[in-house]
C-alpha cells in the first residue's frame, strides 16, 4: 500500500470517527434537551392548573354577589382575581357579559370567534384552547352550578410558553457550541490515536 493510499485511509477512518462521535453527542443532546424542555413544561403546567383550580373556586365564592346579568365588569372575575384571568358567567349557551381583564387589567371584549371557542368547552379538568387574537392560548375549566348557570374560568399561558421557549433557546445554542468544541477535541484525540498508523 503506497503512502498516499494509507494518508487517505487514515483520513478516511478519521472523519468516520470524528462524525461518529459528533453524531452521537448531538443525539444525546436532543434527548436531554426535550426531556429537560418537557419536564419543565408539565411542572408548569401544575402549577397554572392549580393557580386555575383557586381562581374558579373564587369565582364560585363570588357568583351569589355578581347576579345573573351583565355588569360593567367582567361576570366571574371579582377583585380577587389577575390580570389576564378570564372569569365568564353562561346561561342558555350564551355568555353573559363576554368582557376580561387584559394583562394591564383593562377591560376588553371578547371576539364572537372566541366565545364560539369557549362555549364549545365542557370539561372540570384544565384543556388548553388557542383563543387568537391578544388572548393566544389558554388554559381553561368550567363548571356548573346547582342552579343551571355555568362559568368559565381561564388563565393565559404566555408566561408558561415564554419559559419553555427561553429554556429552547438556551439549550439550542449552549448544545450547537458544545457540538462545536466537541468535533475540535475529537478531531484532535483521534488524530493522535490514529498517529501511529
Keep these: 500500500m503506497t503512502t498516499g493510499t494509507t494518508r487517505r485511509a487514515s483520513w478516511s477512518l478519521r472523519h468516520r470517527l ?3 462521535i459528533v453524531a452521537l453527542l448531538t443525539l444525546i443532546s436532543i434527548v436531554i434537551g426535550i426531556a429537560s424542555v ?5 411542572s408548569l403546567l401544575q402549577r397554572l ?7 374558579m373556586e373564587r369565582s364560585q365564592t363570588f357568583l351569589p354577589q355578581l347576579g345573573i346579568g351583565p355588569t360593567d365588569n367582567p361576570p366571574g372575575t371579582g377583585n380577587a382575581q389577575s390580570a389576564g384571568t378570564l372569569g365568564l358567567i353562561v346561561r342558555d349557551g350564551e355568555i353573559l357579559g363576554p368582557r376580561y381583564l387584559d394583562e394591564a387589567a383593562n377591560i376588553r371584549s371578547l371576539t364572537a370567534r372566541q366565545q364560539r371557542v369557549l362555549l364549545r368547552i365542557d370539561s372540570s379538568e384544565p384543556v388548553t384552547v388557542q383563543l387568537g387574537g391578544d388572548l393566544g392560548a389558554y388554559r381553561v375549566v368550567t363548571a356548573e352550578t346547582n342552579s343551571g348557570i355555568g362559568l368559565i374560568v381561564g388563565l393565559p399561558m404566555h408566561d408558561v410558553n415564554a419559559t419553555t421557549g427561553q429554556l429552547l433557546l438556551i439549550i439550542l445554542v449552549i448544545t450547537a457550541i458544545g457540538i462545536a468544541v466537541a468535533a475540535i477535541a475529537a478531531t484532535f484525540v483521534v488524530r493522535l490515536a490514529l498517529r501511529p498508523l
Design 18 to 20: 470524528v462524525l461518529g
Design 38 to 42: 418537557l419536564t419543565l413544561r408539565q
Design 49 to 55: 392548573d392549580a393557580q386555575l383550580s383557586a381562581a
